[in-house]
């Protein structure tokens, strides 16, 4: 079965300090896909990254960074430099692919608090 | 223009009665969902329609009843609300491959009083 673990449930950092938010999961596919969603105080979701489990590449977006490891089943984000902008709650997520269109498996997320 | 839209955002309503929300996406998309996310932020499938079929429904109680009159559109219907139906509802859509992510609407805050 499918499931992703984010350990961290808050985060307090100040500003300008680099902060990474954990994600590990797991899954019997070979392929498959992890994502990273953002909630700002707001309410609503907004995608930031898709990575397939072919692709081990760490991405660079900005100040945003990711880092894929399937040795460790792990998909960590990195804030860098953070700001007040960045406090929200950060949710990992997983889809099988092989089973046709699967949806996204989330974990219970990360709150991160930036502080000025 | 709104890629997926959903109405009402805030919805209070008292125990026992019958609500909708609506859901409409201008993506293309062939996959819609709802999500739910209770008071500790925990997101969690409720249905996937594909093409206007249902094709997940992960153990709701029967009193919800999503509806898909096309595949621009997924309803859900709540009868006889209770006040642990109280969640923030999430509509989504998404291409019809399983890799793409999921766009997702603003959400409906439903509280039961």
């Known amino acids: 079965a499918q499931k992703v673990t984010q350990a961290q449930t808050e985060i307090s950092v100040v500003e300008k300090e680099d902060v990474t938010l954990d994600c590990v999961y797991e899954t019997r596919d070979t392929t498959y896909y992890l994502f990273w969603y953002k909630q700002p105080p707001s309410g609503e979701l907004v995608f930031l990254i898709r990575r397939n489990s072919f692709d081990e590449q760490n991405e660079i977006s900005g100040r945003y960074s990711w880092n894929f490891q399937k040795s460790t089943s792990s998909f960590n984000f990195t804030i860098t430099a953070s700001q007040v902008v960045d406090s929200a709650v950060y949710f990992c997520?997983?889809?099988?692919?092989?089973?046709?269109?699967?949806?996204?498996?989330f974990g219970k997320g990360t709150r991160l608090s930036v502080i000025a | 223009d709104t890629a997926v839209s959903q109405t009402p955002k805030y919805l209070v309503t008292q125990m026992g009665n019958d609500k909708s929300i609506k859901c409409e996406q201008n993506?293309?998309?062939?996959?819609m969902y709802w999500y739910k996310q209770d008071s500790k932020k925990f997101l969690k499938i409720m249905f996937s329609y594909n093409n206007k079929e249902l094709i997940i429904n992960e153990t709701v109680p029967n009193r919800f009843s999503p509806k898909s009159p096309d595949k621009a559109h997924l309803n859900l219907h709540i009868n006889s609300l209770e006040l642990g139906d109280s969640a923030v509802y999430f509509c989504?859509?998404?291409?019809?491959?399983?890799?793409?992510?999921?766009?997702f609407g603003q959400g409906t805050r439903l509280t039961v009083v």
């Open positions: 989504a859509s998404s291409q019809n491959r399983g890799y793409t992510e999921a766009f």
């Open positions: 993506l293309g998309h062939d996959t």
């Open positions: 997520a997983l889809s099988e692919a092989q089973r046709g269109n699967t949806p996204l498996v």
